[in-house]
């Protein structure tokens, strides 16, 4: 989800957040699903970490940042650090709840900014008006 709306990195941090978002959703409904599969091993995404990565490296201001944004690697990566079960199965489904009720938490918060930030936009576009 692009969200360059004049150059604002809020929208573009945004955007991404929401794709990750998104994504994580899925990938932990993935998991939630395969947790009875043998040999599974649960998918997570690290969006967190990789947007801290990207602001320390100097890539944090402006169009650096929003250069960086779209290096981000927004994918599903395999733990394979988790103890496994006998049955080679490493998902905990307490645990993919919780991470997926945060996750709707986040996705909620963001989406809450977007709206106040157009809504903001709206206004200022429709008083210039006058």
């Not at 929401?18 to 932990?28: C, E, G, K, Q």
């Not at 947790?35 to 967190?48: I, L, M, Q």
């Not at 989406?111 to 930030?117: A, D, E, L, Q, R």
């Amino acid at each position: 989800m692009t969200l360059d709306v004049f150059g604002d990195t809020t929208f573009a941090v945004l955007g991404k957040a929401l794709d990750a978002y998104s994504l994580r959703h899925r990938v932990s409904a993935n998991n939630i699903a395969n947790a009875s599969t043998p040999g599974f091993k649960r998918s997570y995404v690290s969006f967190e970490e990789e947007l801290g990565e990207v602001i320390r490296d100097g890539r944090g201001g402006g169009d650096r940042l929003l250069e960086g944004l779209e290096e981000l690697d927004l994918s599903a990566k395999v733990d394979h650090l988790t103890e496994s079960r006998e049955d080679g199965n490493n998902v905990d489904m307490e645990q993919e709840i919780a991470e997926m009720s945060k996750n709707n938490i986040r996705y909620a918060g963001a989406s809450s900014i977007v709206k106040k930030k157009v809504e903001m936009y709206r206004y200022v576009i429709s008083e210039g008006r006058r």
